[in-house]
């Protein structure tokens, strides 16, 4: 199993930036997919995650700002995220639930600052 996000980068506070996870190794139309993030000194946590079927979850920090979505055909989990703001700022990374482990990728940072 392989998630390569990517996306991240430095935007200002108000700022959109777009999250994309690739999947391989998986038959990804069978798989929930989440989103985490962990920023320094603290635990890492869930973000948003997204059924097989597309029904999503969102975290009570993020509830209106930010968006999931997936395209089954194409392997991919996005995370739309607008109004960032500078507690928003952590390391992003995906994440699916595989043969009871949890697998994630490698992570893509977010800076979000003026």
């Known amino acids: 199993v392989q998630l390569q996000a990517s996306g991240g980068g430095l935007v200002r506070p108000g700022g959109s930036l777009r999250l994309s996870c690739k999947a391989s190794?998986?038959?990804?139309?069978?798989?929930?997919m989440a989103w985490y993030r962990q920023a320094p000194g603290k635990e890492r946590e869930l973000v948003a995650d997204?059924?097989?079927?597309?029904?999503?979850k969102y975290a009570e920090f993020v509830k209106g700002r930010f968006t999931i979505s997936r395209n089954n055909v194409w392997r991919l989990v996005w995370l739309q995220m607008n109004s960032l703001k500078a507690e928003d700022t952590a390391v992003y990374y995906c994440?699916?639930?595989?043969?009871?482990?949890?697998?994630w990728g490698r992570g893509t940072q977010v800076t979000v600052s003026s």
């Open positions: 994440h699916v639930m595989f043969a009871s482990n949890d697998r």
């Open positions: 190794g998986i038959n990804f139309k069978l798989y929930d």
């Open positions: 997204i059924t097989r079927d597309g029904s999503t």
